[in-house]
């Protein structure tokens, strides 16, 4: 179990510490500024033994988040938890920064001491949190008892996330896909790994105790159901169907449910919250194809050329395209023509970096560089790092669909057809390289 | 560093490192480098020329970036082309990017070298220096070899400034630390030595310390320099404060010069030329009387100087020891300062006290202060001091003063400081045997050490008490009642009850006539502490009760029940069960007469010298081993011992014995402890030496009961030897295996058991049996250090062609040794035919982080293999003409490397393996041998002669080998390894 939590700033000053059980002492926090933070070399492994006492650690920007042990815990729950209290403290203020932490201490005090009790993980559902944790202060009057018994009704009741009595004027649904495609090509424009990992964020907005039921284009209940009765084309199907190849869900949906139809029903949560995160390997549309060629003239001199070509619906619009193009570490001078964007040669980061705002699908837009190199005393060949990618285009690289998001709420009497549901695919960068 | 002008300040380099300093993480720090190196990289790439200044700022941050952990693998051009400049600034931080810099580049070697040439040509002395400063700096082979001839020209020469001199000295010392072969003083040698004569006293103290080391190295070249420096000494110690201006520190004058002078002389024997000894003397007694004067100042740096000469003029002293007068003079003056408020001081004072006590001039001189070092003992507060003043009284122990030592030790050892009780016990334990006139004294001081310092008394030192008390008949009665009164507290340490059980079974008859310490008392007593014991412990209890049985037969019936109680005869440790039964078994079948033979009464030790006590332990006469040898012939009886003569060295006993081939070998796995375990304490290696001969241990305790029981056959007959068949002096500290494995393996040709191998980390203890073509090893790995090892792998190879001459199967160790821990492999080796080469056994593991590689070879020779073969005479000289073809004979003359002694060289032959034949030879001196050797494809059969022939010319001994056997090969292998062995 954990047996406490501390959270220190760039330079390893201790911000937030919370002991919990006797075993971790007092030197804890310094062993771990010692050995981690200021290490002479860096430290990469996420967990540190120390003296027998084990260190997870999480950084959000320059900020360090340290869960700390003496027991044989199991790794993956403090790191879960972790990543909990991050999006909690992102909940209750926003981002995770020294001055925010400093300014909202007594609140994370007040967190630290509800989620975590004896070291034991609780109830981190913000949404249920934020019912008794307030940052406003008190109030006006205290809760009357009624209220109180409510949250504890709801708190240690069995659907924690969310509370009775929600009402609505207007029932809302956000519905966010959010993917991440990961790539690394060959220069020969051959895929050597590929796969993308997606995430559906849920923001809804409805009244009473709804039941809900996600529905989408999973390969398995489209095979079932092509099965069961209607003779489409398989081909047809298969190529609509996506194969999932592991995916995990908010604590609100029926596991049972989806173990045994493989349908994802359940009551949302209020508010923002993610419904179920996903990673396909299969059938990867890359939005991007990157073309490039580097020729060294002499030892003094090279010559870069790469070609991007977008590969999606000519109608679609990519945005926030950036092309980074690693240069040697002994480059004295660049030249660079682009036809569209701006080209830069950033020397602090060792390489040329590429933005364009916009480009629409099925078009081609190239860059040709001159770098003039430094000769060296050592004969160390240059590593040609890969060519990286940044974008963000509107629609899922994995082919995902949502086929349809029933609500029902039986003692409300408000149908599925009066919510309004929104639908939105982004579909962004992870690691998308190509050597060259 | 020169002061730097403001207009010289390199402002772009300030910026810059105070940028690097407000980054706020180590990406940011890493963004400014490579924006700072893309900078650096433009400029130098621009086409138009930079000019010193800029160079210069852009080379020093580089530098700095080096510095900060980033490599650098450009500018070395530009710091190169500084090199050339006329700038001293410019210069100074090309050769500092150099020094810090510089790789085996071959092309910019070759710049840098003629830019360092230049500079040592040049006449300026600051370039001159920088240049020095460089080469010793880089010290590099390729920096000797470039300039190795030159410096010395330089040095010597009669125009070069005094501090270019200096410089060059320190660098030529430099250079010969690094690559000694390539600087070659030869022709300088006599104007090195008279740069002592120099006027500058600067260039005497750097030349001093590099004449210093060389004639460490050559003293005879150097041998001028002894007068010379004793002229300059008398000088210096001679001068007045003032004299020496900016020489004088602290109003000594010269302190570092006449340390060094004095640590030259160290180098020497005392001079031979009387007047030269006479003015050293005067010089020294100077010193001395310098000491007494009234310091001139309060400073501390003032007394730090002038007691740094006094300590370095009385180590000079120490090392001649000549001059009685002066060296009660500075045992007087260490006197003074064991009572000085200044710790360090009475550091010092007793460490060179502990050297004095060494020199027969002096130890009575450093035995006055007695009172005051054991008060140091018992006052101090450092510990270190009070280790020193422990040191110092042992080093003034002598007969005289021992009693009242000893005793002052043994009441400071209740107090002592934890980390330095083991060695006080050792050193109590030697002193109390070394000065022991009275031997109730020695046992009565080594009980108390035990009860004192139980915990700390390692087994060496008990083993020695009983080896002491059964080879001394007057003092075993009282020993018995000694023993029996200490265990009579309530409380005593398991050390105390392995003594008690031991003696007492042996000699407590002894003390049953009195009623208060009858029979019964006595099995009562030991029995009260039988269950507080460790198994090691139990099962020697168990071997006294059964000697008891034979020496009372009237606590038979007691004994037997309690052996026969549950919790013994069905104990779960093996060991202890076996004997609860054994001893059970023979209490009952057993006469009275086969009791009183199998548990007759120990035979005295043999007195086996080791290095030390044989100069220790003049007074104990040899009569020891006569007495021995009836009762050890009756006892051992093996065929291989039939002579009933023993060899001097009881391991080749234990080794032959083991090479007997048993009916159940595999019972060697019951043993507990394996042998390994008596390894050296931590203490110092003086004093482990003294005991490592030890070795007693249960099993030799019980060894009379070997001819009866036979299912434990070879479980028992480990001898006391068996822990220490290996004297330390195989033990080789040197981790590099192969080329000594080669040594270590001949160690083991004429024993099966033994430290094959140890280091500071790993010990490897070896145990075999080999019984016709097959060999069983046991190799015990120890880990000596406290760290676990991980990863820990062997493998067995056989390389070449042994690969089918031999079939070695090992079974795999575990992987994790903790600290302190022991693990055992068994290897089982079968040979197919006969063979020359010795298996490779290769250890890895991870020590800490590191990897650790061990190689050495398996102790597997073809003389394992040998069945000994008894012939007549008669037909021994017929088989000897049958294999008379020349290939089947090899013979060999050889020096003696060791005594010819007949016993040992019996041991040896015997540990061979072959059967030694008596009364066939007619010339009585030599030793023939016969045995056949076993192999899965075919038997050898060998005969060997060796003639030993004491008187040879110019007085050396000299042997004649000649080994006869049906296969070539294995005549020329056996003879060689024969060769070595005597």
Not at chain 1, 45 to 61: E, Q
Not at chain 1, 397 to 421: A, T
Not at chain 2, 598 to 620: D, G, N, Q, T, W
Not at chain 2, 877 to 902: G, N, V, Y
Request: glycine share 6%.
């Amino acid at each position: 179990m954990i047996g406490g939590l501390f959270i220190y700033n760039h330079k390893g000053e201790v911000l937030i510490s919370r002991v919990y059980r006797d075993d971790i002492g007092r030197n804890a926090v310094d062993a771990f500024r010692v050995n981690v933070i200021h290490a002479r070399q860096q430290v990469r492994s996420p967990v540190t033994n120390i003296a027998r006492t084990s260190f997870f650690h999480v950084k959000r920007s320059n900020i360090w988040l340290a869960a700390v042990t003496k027991q044989n815990v199991n790794a993956a729950m403090v790191f879960e938890f972790l990543y909990k209290m991050c999006d909690v403290m992102t909940a209750y203020f926003g981002k995770i920064s020294e001055e925010n932490i400093k300014n909202n201490f007594v609140l994370i005090y007040e967190l630290l001491d509800e989620i975590l009790d004896f070291g034991y993980p609780q109830n981190s559902e913000t949404g249920a949190l934020k019912t008794f944790i307030t940052q406003q202060g008190i109030k006006g009057q205290p809760q009357t008892k009624e209220e109180q018994s409510q949250i504890t009704s709801q708190v240690t009741g069995q659907i924690g996330w969310r509370r009775e009595g929600i009402k609505y004027r207007r029932n809302e649904l956000f519905l966010d896909v959010l993917e991440s495609v990961n790539l690394l090509m060959s220069p020969q424009g051959q895929v050597l790994s590929a796969h993308v990992s997606g995430r559906v964020m849920m923001k809804s907005y409805l009244s009473g105790m709804p039941e809900c039921k996600f529905g989408m284009n999973d390969k398995i209940v489209i095979d079932k159901q092509g099965k069961g009765g209607t003779t489409d084309d398989p081909g047809k199907s298969g190529k609509q169907s996506i194969a999932i190849d592991d995916c995990t869900f908010h604590q609100c949906v029926r596991l049972s449910k989806f173990d045994s139809e493989r349908s994802i029903s359940f009551i949302p949560p209020d508010g923002e919250y993610e419904l179920m995160r996903y990673r396909t390997t299969k059938d990867i549309i890359l939005p991007f194809r990157v073309i490039p060629l580097v020729r060294e003239v002499g030892r003094t001199k090279l010559e870069v050329k790469v070609v991007i070509k977008s590969n999606f619906k000519p109608s679609l619009l990519a945005q926030k395209i950036e092309v980074r193009i690693p240069t040697p570490l002994n480059t004295s001078g660049v030249q660079v023509i682009c036809m569209k964007g701006k080209a830069k040669y950033k020397a602090s980061e060792n390489a040329i970096v590429w933005k364009i705002k916009r480009m629409a699908g099925m078009k081609e837009s190239q860059i040709s560089a001159e770098i003039e190199l430094l000769p060296t005393n050592d004969k160390k060949k240059w590593a040609r790092p890969p060519i990286s990618m940044n974008f963000e285009v509107p629609f899922a690289p994995s082919g995902l669909k949502v086929r349809y998001l029933k609500v029902f709420e039986s003692k409300l009497n408000y149908s599925d057809h009066d919510v309004i549901k929104w639908v939105r695919y982004i579909g962004r960068s992870g690691i998308y390289e190509t050597r060259c | 560093m020169p002061a730097v002008s403001k207009g010289d300040g390199m402002r772009g380099l300030a910026v810059f490192i105070s940028d690097i300093r407000n980054c706020k993480s180590k990406e940011a720090e890493i963004k400014r480098i490579n924006k700072e190196l893309a900078n650096i990289r433009s400029k130098f790439k621009g086409d138009k020329a930079l000019d010193g200044y800029s160079k210069k700022k852009y080379v020093c941050k580089l530098l700095f970036i080096f510095l900060l952990g980033h490599d650098i693998d450009f500018g070395h051009m530009e710091a190169v082309n500084l090199l050339s400049s006329n700038k001293y600034t410019e210069k100074q931080i090309g050769y500092l990017f150099i020094s810090v810099l510089v790789n085996s580049n071959s092309e910019l070697i070759r710049l840098i070298n003629n830019a360092i040439k230049n500079d040592l040509s040049s006449r300026n002395p600051t370039f001159m220096c920088l240049a020095l400063h460089c080469i010793a700096n880089v010290g590099s082979r390729e920096m000797a070899e470039a300039f190795a001839g030159e410096i010395p020209r330089i040095l010597v020469a009669g125009d070069t400034m005094d501090s270019v001199k200096q410089s060059a000295a320190l660098c030529l010392l430099r250079l010969y630390k690094t690559s000694p072969d390539l600087v070659l003083m030869g022709e300088w040698t006599s104007r090195v030595v008279h740069l002592l004569n120099d006027q500058h006293m600067g260039v005497v103290t750097a030349a001093i310390s590099l004449i210093t080391c060389l004639s460490q190295k050559n003293p005879d070249e150097f041998k001028t320099c002894v007068s010379l420096a004793v002229s300059r000494l008398s000088r210096i110690v001679s001068s007045a404060s003032t004299d020496l201006q900016d020489y004088t520190y602290y109003f000594v004058p010269a302190p570092w010069l006449s340390c060094k002078l004095l640590r030259l002389l160290q180098c020497y024997p005392p001079p031979e030329d009387g007047a030269v000894k006479g003015r050293l003397v005067e010089c020294l007694e100077t010193i001395l009387n310098k000491a007494q004067e009234p310091p001139k100042s309060k400073k501390v740096q003032h007394s730090n100087a002038k007691n740094a000469i006094l300590f370095e003029a009385i180590s000079l002293i120490i090392h001649y020891d000549s001059e009685p007068n002066l060296l009660v003079r500075a045992c007087n003056q260490l006197g003074q300062f064991l009572q000085h408020r200044e710790t360090n001081l009475r550091y010092l004072a007793l460490e060179s006290m502990c050297t004095l006590a060494s020199s027969e001039f002096s130890h009575e001189a450093v035995k006055t202060h007695i009172e005051t070092v054991i008060n140091a003992l018992k006052t101090e507060r450092d510990v270190s001091v009070r280790q020193r003043a422990a040191d110092l009284l042992y080093a003034m122990c002598d007969r005289s003063n021992a009693k009242q030592i000893v005793a002052e030790m043994l009441s400071y050892l209740e107090t002592a400081d934890y980390s330095i009780r083991e060695e006080m016990v050792l050193k109590v334990a030697i002193l109390a045997e070394k000065y022991a006139v009275d031997y109730s004294w020695y046992v009565d001081t080594i009980l108390n050490l035990i009860r004192i310092a139980g915990d700390y008394v390692s087994e060496e030192v008990w083993y020695r008490v009983i080896q002491i008390v059964i080879n001394r008949d007057d003092v075993q009665g009282y020993a018995a009642k000694t023993v029996f009164e200490a265990l009579q507290a309530p409380a005593c340490h398991e050390n105390m009850v392995k003594v008690g059980g031991y003696i007492l079974g042996e000699f407590g008859n002894l003390i049953a006539g009195d009623p208060r310490s009858s029979p019964l008392v006595q099995f009562n007593l030991l029995h009260s502490k039988f269950h507080l014991c460790s198994v090691p412990t139990r099962a020697l209890l168990l071997s006294a009760y059964i000697k008891f049985i034979n020496l009372f037969p009237e606590t038979k019936s007691t004994i037997q029940e309690v052996l026969r109680s549950d919790s013994q005869i069905r104990n779960s440790d093996v060991e202890l069960q076996q004997r609860a039964v054994e001893y059970l078994k023979l209490s009952s079948i057993a006469s009275t007469d086969v009791l009183a033979t199998v548990l007759e009464e120990m035979p005295p030790f043999p007195e086996r010298e080791s290095s030390i006590l044989a100069k220790l332990k003049k007074k104990k006469g040899p009569g020891a081993v006569s007495v021995n040898e009836l009762e050890e012939g009756k006892r051992e009886g093996g065929e291989l011992n039939g002579g009933g003569e023993r060899g001097g060295d009881s391991s080749a006993i234990a080794a032959s014995n083991a090479s007997t081939p048993s009916p159940s070998a595999d019972l060697l796995g019951l043993r507990a402890g394996p042998p390994v375990t008596a390894a050296a304490p931590s203490a110092g290696s003086l004093l482990v030496d003294v005991f490592s001969e030890a070795g007693i241990n249960d099993d030799g305790f019980l060894r009379d009961l070997e001819p009866t029981t036979e299912s434990s056959d070879s479980l028992l007959a480990e001898g006391p030897g068996d822990s220490d068949s290996a004297p330390p002096s195989v033990v080789s500290e040197d981790p590099t295996p192969l080329p000594e494995s080669d040594e270590l393996l001949n160690k083991f040709v004429c024993k099966n058991n033994g430290v094959l191998f140890e280091n500071q980390l790993l010990q490897i203890g070896i145990k075999s049996e080999y019984r016709q073509n097959l060999g069983r090893i046991y190799l015990f790995y120890g880990n000596k250090t406290s760290v676990q090892f991980v990863t820990f792998t062997t493998t067995v190879t056989c390389p070449g062609e042994l690969q089918s001459q031999l079939n070695v199967q090992s079974k795999p160790v575990e992987p994790l040794i903790e600290g302190g821990a022991q693990v055992q492999q068994v290897i089982n080796i079968e040979c197919l035919t006969d063979f020359s080469d010795a298996p490779l056994l290769n250890i890895k593991f991870r020590y800490g982080g590191a990897l650790q590689n061990l190689t050495l070879k398996l102790p597997v020779t073809i003389n394992k293999f040998f069945q000994p073969t008894e012939m007549a005479s008669h037909d021994f000289f017929q088989r000897w003409k049958q294999l008379s073809q020349p290939q089947q004979e090899a013979q060999k003359i050889f020096k003696a490397s060791h005594a010819m002694d007949t016993e040992v060289l019996k041991a040896k032959l015997l540990g061979l393996g072959m059967a030694l034949l008596e009364n066939v030879d007619p010339n009585p001196e030599n030793f023939v041998c016969a045995g056949v050797i076993q192999s899965k494809a075919q038997q050898v059969g060998s005969l060997l002669r060796l003639e030993p022939n004491a008187q040879a010319q110019s007085g050396e001994q000299m042997y004649r080998l000649t080994v006869r056997s049906s296969k070539d090969t294995v005549s020329k292998r056996l003879c060689e390894l024969l060769a070595e062995q005597f």
